[in-house]
């Protein structure tokens, strides 16, 4: 079995967001990169879980970005992983970050490709699809939990108000969420070996973008909070019908 | 070079984020002088017809029952098909569980630039620049979409429905379903709640509530006022409430018209999720609480006494009105 994990630096959730260069660019003077969330408590953990009951499991990780990818990389492979590949590029747009992905991937011939649901940065929620339709794979989105039995793979999905059972062979694409493992973090033992094990560096392969951004903004600061008293509960009820009209 | 929406249905019954969709196409359609088709996959028993007082002249049905499930794959195959015999050039989904789904598939196929989780209609003076939320409803990027076929998906509850008196012609399309590789063994519903995403209200429960035998007062306060019930992250870590009512950061983004947070400290990570409600509401029995910061409305107080009061209030000015 040879899965393929895909992690993204994302700044730390407490970072502030701001914009530089007449807000065109993400300002990330000071900021701490993390692996995405989604990316590390559930594809990986769970890919490192499935390796921890078939040990002929091989787990690469591969990410797109530039050398400043590296330390959230040794960080996810600490985690569990056996090699990991960078794509030495810099995007945001998804299709162009999916087809580097999907060109490693398909050299790589893997059976299973874990996906985080989004990143908590550019919330594309797009590289998983991409790469399935790239690959002409199945794509099991919004995975609360997945196992495998010999070829087949038993997803619980997230569908509107409910959950959704379903199987599938491989080879598939799975976009991971809250679920499907409990986040772990990485021993003394696992830093030590990570510092040995392979970090690959790629170059990207020609594919053009086919969405950019123009600008950032930042949303309008709330007015400042009216508070009610705790005796005067309908007062509140009265606000939210006649001024902010939400009732 | 029509504008082509996706309607997303669950049981044979449109789903509520579709209706705002509809609008969001008739809208792009009018902006570009050009006329919004629709698409529904897999049997129905709606009145496809009316669907046209969205906005929108044309329907396309596949009524073929295979597609009554979802299988990326396959409604990929169906939906790229769909857009080319309808000559489409702008696709919309709602940014919910299918679109996140198929959405980005699509896009691929037809080689098309996607914006997944749009908030606003594109700007269309000068390209075709669309504005969806980043940083988890922290920020705004405009991105511009270079193709020629461009797919949009829209945050559920970013645009308001508008309900005019057309009338939408029922037409099918000569497509081939594939056999679908995902076969659904089971589908849970959360029977009777209403899906947080969908939801106009939302009453959420953090640590303050102090354990999931309390929840009573979430859940009255709820019904009460026709809401969902949500929660801060630390509560469905400790299996206080289900994961997939936490909202935040790493949880699900919600945009409701009321966000009601009682017993929440309001961390920067539980903000992300909630900050494009229109109005929040805080109720808190620490003055200090962060959340008051992001709040339109609050209450300091007990959540033990300030609750039951509240939902008393509540059900006499439904009562009333
Ligand atoms: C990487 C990362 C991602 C995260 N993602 C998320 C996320 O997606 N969503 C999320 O919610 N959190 C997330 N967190 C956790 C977040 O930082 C906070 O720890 C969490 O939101 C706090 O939950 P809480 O407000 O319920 O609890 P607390 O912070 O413990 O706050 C409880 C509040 O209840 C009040 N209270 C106590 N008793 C009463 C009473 N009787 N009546 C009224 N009020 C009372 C207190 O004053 C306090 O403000 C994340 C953290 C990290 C590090």
Redesign the interface.
């Known amino acids: 079995m040879k899965i393929l994990v895909c992690v993204s630096k994302t ?1 730390d ?2 970072a502030k ?1 701001a ?1 530089k260069d007449s807000n065109t660019k993400y300002d990330d003077a000071g900021v701490q990169w993390i692996i995405n ?2 990316d590390e ?1 559930y594809s990986l953990v769970r890919a490192i879980e499935l390796k921890e009951k078939d040990a002929a499991t091989v787990i690469h990780l591969v990410t797109v970005g530039t050398a400043d990818a590296d330390t959230v990389i040794r960080k996810a492979l600490a985690l569990g992983g056996d090699e990991a590949i960078r794509i030495n590029a810099d995007s945001h ?3 162009y970050i ?1 087809s580097q992905i999907a060109y490693i991937a398909k050299e790589g011939g893997y059976d299973l490709i874990f996906t985080g ?1 989004e990143t ?11 790469v ?3 690959l ?7 995975v ?1 939990k997945f196992d495998l039995n010999g070829n087949t793979a ?1 997803t619980t ?13 491989l080879p598939l694409v799975v ?1 991971s969420q ?2 499907m493992a409990e986040p772990r973090i990485p021993n003394m033992r696992g830093i030590m070996a990570a510092r040995s094990k392979p970090l690959k560096v790629v170059e990207p392969i020609a594919v053009d ?11 309008q600061a ?2 400042g ?6 005796d005067n ?2 007062e ?2 009265r ?3 006649e001024e ?1 009209k ?2 | 070079m029509s504008v082509l929406i996706f309607i997303d249905q669950a049981d044979g019954h449109i789903k509520k984020s579709s209706f705002e969709t509809l609008t969001y196409g008739a809208d792009v359609a009018k902006q570009l002088g050009t006329t919004a088709e629709a698409l529904l996959l897999g049997t129905s028993t709606e009145d496809i017809a009316t669907l046209g007082k969205y906005g929108i002249s044309k329907v396309y049905h596949i009524a073929n029952d295979s597609l009554n499930n979802l299988d990326a794959q396959v409604y990929t195959q169906v939906i790229a098909d769909a857009v080319t015999q309808a000559n489409a050039s702008v696709v919309i989904f709602s940014h919910n569980q299918t679109g996140k789904a198929v959405a980005a598939r699509v896009a691929t196929k037809l080689k098309a630039g996607l914006v997944a989780g749009a908030c606003a209609l594109p700007d269309t003076s000068n390209g075709f620049v669309v504005k969806k939320t980043v940083f988890s409803g922290k920020a705004f990027a405009n991105v511009s979409i270079s193709s020629a076929v461009k797919v949009i998906s829209v945050n559920p509850n970013s645009h308001t429905t508008i309900i005019g008196d057309g009338v939408a012609e029922v037409a099918s399309l000569n497509i081939t379903v594939p056999t679908p590789k995902v076969k659904v063994i089971a589908v849970n519903k959360t029977s009777g709640d209403i899906p947080l995403t969908e939801a106009d209200i939302v009453v959420s429960g953090g640590r303050g509530l102090k354990g999931p035998e309390n929840w009573g007062i979430i859940i009255d306060l709820a019904k009460a006022l026709g809401a969902a019930t949500a929660c801060s992250r630390p509560v469905s870590d400790s299996d206080w409430r289900p994961h997939h009512e936490h909202v935040g950061q790493t949880g699900i983004q919600v945009a409701p018209n009321l966000y009601i947070a009682v017993g929440i400290s309001g961390a920067i990570q539980h903000l992300a999720g909630v900050n494009r409600s229109k109005i929040i509401v805080v109720i808190n029995k620490d003055p200090e609480a962060p959340f008051f910061k992001a709040a339109d409305y609050g209450i300091v107080g007990d959540a033990f006494e300030v609750l039951p009061k509240l939902t008393e209030e509540i059900k006499k000015f439904k009562a009333g009105a």
């Not at chain 1, 908590?120 to 991409?130: A, E, F, L």
């Not at chain 1, 973008?209 to 930042?218: C, K, P, R, W």
């Not at chain 1, 909070?225 to 705790?230: E, Q, T």
């Open positions: 700044p959730t407490t967001v914009f969330p989604y408590w747009d998804s299709f999916a649901k908590i940065d550019y919330n594309g929620s797009s590289i998983g699809g991409m399935a339709e790239l002409d794979m199945p794509y099991a989105s919004l609360l038993t999905r997230e569908i509107e108000g409910g959950e959704e059972v379903s199987e599938v062979n976009s809250q679920g973008a086919l969405t950019s951004i123009v600008s950032f903004e930042l949303p709330k007015a909070v009216k508070l009610v008293d705790a509960v309908a509140l009820v606000l939210l019908h902010a939400v009732i």
